[in-house]
Each structure stands twice: as structure tokens, then as C-alpha cells.
């Protein structure tokens, strides 16, 4: 009979995963929390752990709001996701019109520059954006992005999608541009490809993980075609691309982080700059099929920031091959974990 055997305090959950090819792989899950704290690192573990996040939790109604926790129940990622859910906010919580947020994991930087509420204003033809109001927080989700959707009208025209963020504001489609009246310009802009006119659409500015029907993401999904479904359906297509599994924004898609480096973090917590340096840990999993064990060093592939909360939970996974052999896994052993 099956058994795991968890000698670490971090969540644990095993389950068997099929690729496209029809191999199969029993997958394990390892999930710590980490409360910020006073240690040398700025990282405690926590004695309350966040359960393994069985399925997309959203901010409001699935598919018309962002994800706030995608799955942890991924097959694979090929590369680190880092994503950040919180709010900007200036220091004491004074308002402010604008401000940057910006997150450093290592020597890489991501920037963010929020806006308080504005809009476009059309005068005789001419768009101009309105001087932003104030703010003491703003939620840093796609939401608050550029894109959007235009509902189908009563004349039953199609509604139109801004496809790398369907739920985001500012995407004006063509026949609105002639109608006097405000359209709400995005609160998260990139610094680099600020907005200038109605006419641009620049790569939604975000930090949250990425709809997984939305561009560049659904493009690695494969093709569904007749073909497919006459020769290999349910099967995964032939062109199915793994860096599907990855969900974090295109910039925080990391090569594999092994722990100890630094992240700093501006502009979302009232008190000032956050930083801290990633636990450096190795965690190592033991799988037993039919009498022979195979130990196998877990990756570090997602890492999710929650200033709010005052903690960060890191994900571990192993994928061990297993082809046509799963239910002979005889026991999966979680080893202690290794503090570097």
C-alpha cells in the first residue's frame, strides 16, 4: 500500500501527473509558509502553514476576475514563478497621485507605476487623461491593468477582448472613440511603455499570475483542431509547450531559484521597504516503486509574496518518472530538510 511519509513541517501532497506522451509521474508537492520576522534571513517559518491551493482561487467570479492563487497542483514548471499579491501603498499611508512599486528578486527588477482613478476625457476629437485622483491603496491585480472586454450589444455586434488581460480597464475599442465620454485609463502602468493615447496597448503591467486563457500564456496550450479530436483526444496535442505551467508575469519567470537570494520590495507596506533573502534549504524526496528507492532534490518553482499577510509561501516539486508504474510507487519519503 501506498504511504507517504513526511518528516518536514511543510504541506505535503502526492499525485500522479500524464504528459503528452502518455508518460506518467508521480508528482510531489512541498509547500512552506514563511512569516517576515527578525532572523538574519527576515524569514521565519511559520507555525501556521497555508494549505496546498488544490484549485485557481479567484478575486470574484471565475473567469470574469483575476486569479489571486493559482494551483499549486501543477504537473511541472520548467523555471521559478515569483508573484506579488498586495496593494501599493505609500509610507504612513499618506495619499499620494502616483506612486512606483518596485520588486527585486536577486539582480532582477520589475517597476510599477500606479495611478490613482483617471480616465480618458474626449473634447471635440481630442483624448486627454484626467490628473489622477488620490489614493492610500491601491490592489496591485490585473483588474487595475490596461485591457478589458466590450459585451456584446442589443445590435448583437461581438464583443470585443483585449487578449493578454480580459478584465483590466482602459481598452477602448474603436467605436467608442467617437462618443463624449470618460473611459477609465489603468491605475498599473510599465514606467517603459506608458500610455500616451488611445491608440496604444502596451503588455498589461502586473505582478499576479496571468489568466491562463489569456496571451502570450494560451499560446502554449497546443492546437485543438478536428485532427486532435479524431486521433488523440483527451490526450494533451503533440505542439502542447510545458512553460504553459508557469504563471507568473513574462519578467518574474525566474531559472530556478535555489534559495538565499535577496528580494526587495517598495511601496506596499506602510513601514517602508521590505527585503529578505529566500530560505536556503534543500528538501529531498525519497520514491520507492517495486523495491528500489530513487532520491530526488526538489526545485524551488514558485515563491508568493503577501506583504498584507506579512508572509511568503515557497513551493517545492519533484516530478519522478514512473511510466506505467504508479501504482506499484510503494512509499514516498519527505526527507528532513537540509538548512544551507
Same mark, same amino acid.
Given at each position: 500500500?501506498?504511504?507517504?511519509?513526511?518528516?518536514?513541517?511543510?504541506?505535503?501532497?502526492?499525485?500522479?501527473?500524464?504528459?503528452?506522451?502518455?508518460?506518467?509521474?508521480?508528482?510531489?508537492?512541498?509547500?512552506?509558509?514563511?512569516?517576515?520576522?527578525?532572523?538574519?534571513?527576515?524569514?521565519?517559518?511559520?507555525?501556521?502553514?497555508?494549505?496546498?491551493?488544490?484549485? !485557481? $482561487? +479567484?478575486?470574484?467570479? #471565475?473567469?470574469?476576475?483575476?486569479?489571486?492563487?493559482?494551483?499549486? /497542483? =501543477?504537473?511541472?514548471? @520548467? &523555471?521559478?514563478?515569483?508573484?506579488?499579491?498586495?496593494?501599493?501603498?505609500?509610507?504612513?499611508?499618506?495619499?499620494?497621485?502616483?506612486?512606483?512599486?518596485?520588486?527585486?528578486?536577486?539582480?532582477?527588477?520589475?517597476?510599477?507605476?500606479?495611478?490613482?482613478?483617471?480616465?480618458?476625457?474626449?473634447?471635440?476629437?481630442?483624448?486627454?487623461?484626467?490628473?489622477? !485622483? $488620490? +489614493?492610500?491603496?491601491? #490592489?496591485?491585480?490585473?483588474?487595475?491593468?490596461?485591457?478589458?472586454? /466590450? =459585451?456584446?450589444?442589443? @445590435? &448583437?455586434?461581438?464583443?470585443?477582448?483585449?487578449?493578454?488581460?480580459?478584465?483590466?480597464?482602459?481598452?477602448?475599442?474603436?467605436?467608442?472613440?467617437?462618443?463624449?465620454?470618460?473611459?477609465?485609463?489603468?491605475?498599473?502602468?510599465?514606467?517603459?511603455?506608458?500610455?500616451?493615447?488611445?491608440?496604444?496597448?502596451?503588455?498589461?503591467?502586473?505582478?499576479?499570475?496571468?489568466?491562463?486563457?489569456?496571451? #502570450?500564456?494560451?499560446?502554449?496550450?497546443?492546437?485543438?483542431?478536428?485532427?486532435?479530436?479524431?486521433?488523440?483526444?483527451?490526450?494533451?496535442?503533440?505542439?502542447?509547450?510545458?512553460?504553459?505551467?508557469?504563471?507568473?508575469?513574462?519578467?518574474?519567470?525566474?531559472?530556478?531559484?535555489?534559495?538565499?537570494?535577496?528580494?526587495?520590495?517598495?511601496?506596499?507596506?506602510?513601514?517602508?521597504?521590505?527585503?529578505?533573502?529566500?530560505?536556503?534549504?534543500?528538501?529531498?524526496?525519497?520514491?520507492?516503486?517495486?523495491?528500489?528507492?530513487?532520491?530526488?532534490?526538489?526545485?524551488?518553482?514558485?515563491?508568493?509574496?503577501?506583504?498584507?499577510?506579512?508572509?511568503?509561501?515557497?513551493?517545492?516539486?519533484?516530478?519522478?518518472?514512473?511510466?506505467?508504474?504508479?501504482?506499484?510507487?510503494?512509499?514516498?519519503?519527505?526527507?528532513?530538510?537540509?538548512?544551507?
Amino acid at each position: 500500500m501506498l504511504k507517504v511519509n513526511n518528516a518536514t513541517p511543510l504541506e505535503v501532497q502526492l499525485f500522479q501527473s500524464t504528459d503528452k506522451n502518455c508518460l506518467t509521474y508521480a508528482v510531489v508537492v512541498m509547500k512552506g509558509t514563511f512569516d517576515f520576522g527578525q532572523s538574519d534571513s527576515g524569514l521565519i517559518l511559520s507555525p501556521q502553514s497555508v494549505p496546498i491551493c488544490q484549485g !485557481d $482561487e +479567484f478575486y470574484g467570479e #471565475p473567469g470574469v476576475s483575476s486569479v489571486k492563487y493559482e494551483s499549486d /497542483l =501543477a504537473p511541472l514548471k @520548467l &523555471a521559478t514563478d515569483v508573484v506579488l499579491i498586495g496593494d501599493a501603498v505609500y509610507n504612513s499611508e499618506r495619499p499620494v497621485r502616483c506612486l512606483d512599486v518596485s520588486l527585486t528578486v536577486d539582480k532582477a527588477r520589475r517597476v510599477a507605476r500606479v495611478f490613482g482613478r483617471r480616465g480618458w476625457e474626449s473634447r471635440r476629437a481630442i483624448w486627454e487623461a484626467s490628473q489622477p !485622483d $488620490e +489614493f492610500v491603496r491601491m #490592489p496591485l491585480t490585473y483588474e487595475n491593468a490596461f485591457g478589458g472586454t /466590450l =459585451a456584446q450589444n442589443e @445590435l &448583437a455586434e461581438p464583443e470585443q477582448i483585449f487578449q493578454m488581460n480580459s478584465v483590466g480597464k482602459g481598452f477602448i475599442p474603436d467605436k467608442l472613440r467617437s462618443k463624449d465620454e470618460e473611459v477609465e485609463l489603468p491605475n498599473i502602468e510599465d514606467p517603459r511603455q506608458l500610455i500616451r493615447s488611445p491608440d496604444d496597448k502596451p503588455e498589461p503591467a502586473g505582478f499576479g499570475f496571468v489568466g491562463r486563457s489569456w496571451e #502570450p500564456r494560451i499560446k502554449y496550450t497546443g492546437t485543438y483542431d478536428e485532427q486532435w479530436s479524431k486521433e488523440r483526444m483527451p490526450m494533451l496535442p503533440l505542439d502542447f509547450d510545458d512553460k504553459f505551467y508557469n504563471g507568473a508575469s513574462s519578467n518574474l519567470i525566474f531559472p530556478f531559484l535555489t534559495g538565499g537570494e535577496k528580494v526587495s520590495i517598495t511601496n506596499v507596506h506602510p513601514e517602508g521597504e521590505l527585503a529578505f533573502f529566500l530560505p536556503k534549504v534543500n528538501v529531498s524526496v525519497k520514491v520507492k516503486v517495486r523495491g528500489k528507492s530513487t532520491t530526488y532534490k526538489a526545485n524551488m518553482d514558485t515563491v508568493v509574496i503577501e506583504p498584507n499577510e506579512g508572509r511568503v509561501q515557497v513551493t517545492w516539486r519533484v516530478v519522478a518518472p514512473c511510466f506505467r508504474q504508479f501504482l506499484y510507487v510503494d512509499t514516498v519519503d519527505v526527507l528532513p530538510l537540509e538548512w544551507l
